[in-house]
Nanobody, 124 residues
């Protein structure tokens, strides 16, 4: 089992940057694929980015490709989401999630562990 705690959200003007962090408990972090999802008010939770267990494989939603970068540090039990060139439509509650499935996983139903979320607000 793994517990996840996100941090790094905040209010930023359009065009700005933020780096989200997700700290995981336990000593088996490297056995989980990790993902970031987001949910805006009135909308369904959507996939943002994912990274495989050892980190060589990543995959992004088209809406963030080229602007966001997911990475992980297995020694620190932490996954990151670097967000650049932020847009008002990126405003949402961002969730970190862990999956036992291998490869890059984009379906939220395949993630068994979730954090509480961190709010990102981009002003126009």
């Amino acid at each position: 089992q793994v517990q996840l705690v996100e941090s790094g959200g905040g209010l930023v003007p359009a065009g700005g940057s933020l780096r989200l962090s997700c700290a995981a408990s336990g000593r088996t972090f490297s056995t989980y694929g990790m993902g970031w999802f987001r949910q805006a008010p009135g909308k369904e939770r959507e996939f943002v980015a994912t990274i495989s267990r050892s980190g060589p494989m990543t995959y992004y939603a088209d809406s963030v490709k080229g602007r966001f970068t997911i990475s992980r540090d297995n020694a620190k039990n932490t996954v990151y989401l670097q967000m650049n060139s932020l847009k008002p439509e990126d405003t949402a509650l961002y969730y970190c999630a862990a999956t036992t499935w291998s490869g890059t996983v984009t379906t939220n139903k395949l993630y068994g562990y979730w954090g509480q979320g961190t709010q990102v607000t981009v002003s126009s």
